[in-house]
C-alpha cells in the first residue's frame, strides 16, 4: 500500500482544511508543457528514480501525493520521499535533471476533489480555496501546489486530488 505524506489536520472548514505538515524531502523535475503533458513526463522520470534509476540503483518506496507547482512555461513535478527518510539516506540522481531538496515543517490549506484533472479542473479548485481562505481572512501565498494521490488506473471518481495553498506564517 501507497504511503500518503504525514500531516495533521489543525482545523476542518466546511469545504477545506487546515493542516501541519512534517519536514519533508522532495525529489523534483521540470518540465515543460501544460499540466498533463508536464505531469506525465516528470512522472516517468521521478518513477524510474525511485524504482532503482539512480546512482545507488536502490528502490524507493512509492508515496502520494505527486504535486506539481506551476513555474514559467510549465510545471515543477515533485515526489516526497517516505517520512523516515534522512536527506544523506536519498541515492544521487543519475540523470533527467533531478533535483532533491529538504522542505521544514509547514501550514497549508487544502482543498480535495474527485474526478480526472487537467488545467481547468486544478484552476477552478485553486479559485475556489483562494476565495474561501479570503473570507475566513486567512492569508496565504499565492502559488499553489496541485496534489494527486492515485495511479491513472483508479477509476476517475474514486481518484483523490487536492490544491494546496502554503498560508502566510507572519
Known amino acids: 500500500m501507497t504511503k500518503v505524506q504525514k500531516y495533521e489536520v489543525v482545523k476542518s472548514y466546511k469545504d477545506f482544511e487546515v493542516r501541519n505538515y512534517a519536514p519533508f524531502i522532495t525529489v523534483s523535475t ?17 518513477a524510474n528514480f525511485i524504482f ?5 540503483s536502490r528502490q524507493i518506496p512509492m508515496t502520494t501525493p505527486v504535486t ?38 509547514v501550514k497549508m490549506a487544502a482543498i480535495r476533489f474527485s474526478g480526472t484533472v487537467g488545467d481547468n479542473t486544478f484552476s477552478n479548485n485553486e479559485k475556489k480555496l483562494k ?36 498560508i502566510d506564517k507572519s
Open 30 to 46: 521540470h518540465e515543460s508543457g501544460n499540466i498533463l503533458s508536464a505531469g506525465n513526463q516528470g512522472f516517468r522520470k521521478l
Open 52 to 56: 532503482g534509476g539512480n546512482a545507488e
Open 68 to 105: 506539481q507547482v506551476p513555474i514559467d512555461n510549465g510545471y515543477e513535478v515533485s515526489f516526497v520521499m517516505p517520512h523516515d527518510t534522512a536527506m544523506s539516506d536519498v541515492p544521487n540522481p543519475s540523470g533527467d535533471n533531478l533535483q532533491i531538496a529538504e522542505h521544514p515543517a
Open 131 to 166: 476565495d474561501l481562505l479570503l473570507a475566513q481572512g486567512i492569508e496565504f501565498e499565492p502559488t499553489p501546489i496541485y496534489a494527486r494521490y492515485n495511479a491513472p488506473t483508479t477509476p476517475f471518481f474514486l481518484r483523490r486530488n487536492e490544491v494546496l495553498l502554503v
